[in-house]
């Protein structure tokens, strides 16, 4: 069994920002420390308040329509967190995270250590991502092991979903915002007609909208959008299909 942690796998120092701050001063420091999660703390006491990521600037600040400039983190920030130790076991942390349906979890050194740069005792942030790619080495030799379980191709999990995430080229930022709000995706494939010409992530929405200032209720999906991106087919396993997402 594996013996790394969590904090062994979270090379990223601790990016902090001040719950006084804008979404879009957010969005600039996310792209500039190319962070998709954020600890915001609170900016007098410098405690602890909660944590922003991508997904919470899409869905509550881009798909309700509110102004990055004058929408404060105060008010937008997930404040029911969970942390766990940062010498946890990486897979029990991806247990908790699959389990709860969360993306990140927020590590803390132990009391006694005091080695944290903050009074909360928090010293970074465990991204579900850096996790799986801890562990597809992992699961690739369990896999291919002689009495292994084997891996289902993508088409078996697509007939278990619903009818692909797409929009029309001549969306809006917004209106991509409100489907993914709507499906709980992270991304939508962009089409017209038939032909699939891009995709927008709410990765694409931060750094292409958001951080530069621009008006999702007029920016066309086809202007941000990632052209030409990676694609796989139907007979790809599930987990060659996570590398190449994560790699």
Known sequence: MSTETTALLT??????IHDSASVEDLAKLMVAE???AVVVVDAES???????SDYDICFRVVAAGLDSKSTYLKDIATLDLVAIDERTMAYEA?????????RHLLLASSIADGESDNDSGIVGV?????????K?????RLINEPSGVGCPDVAAILKKTKALPSILKISTVKDAAVFMKDRQE???????????????????????????GLDPEVTSVAD????????????????????????
């Open 11 to 16: 090379k990223a120092p601790l990016v902090t």
């Open 224 to 247: 941000v959008m990632t052209r030409n991106p990676c694609v796989g087919s139907p007979e790809t396993t599930v987990l060659k299909s996570i590398h190449l997402m994560i790699v």
């Open 186 to 212: 992270g991304g939508v494939l962009i089409i017209e007609g038939k032909t699939l010409l891009g995709l927008l992530t709410t990765k694409d929405i931060i750094h292409k909208v958001v951080s530069l």
């Open 136 to 140: 597809l080495s992992s699961l690739e």
């Open 34 to 36: 190319k962070a998709d």
């Open 126 to 134: 465990a991204d579900i991502a850096e996790i799986l790619f801890s």
């Open 46 to 52: 410098e405690i602890l308040f909660g944590l922003v």
């Open 94 to 102: 991806l247990e908790i995270m699959i389990k709860r349906k969360f």
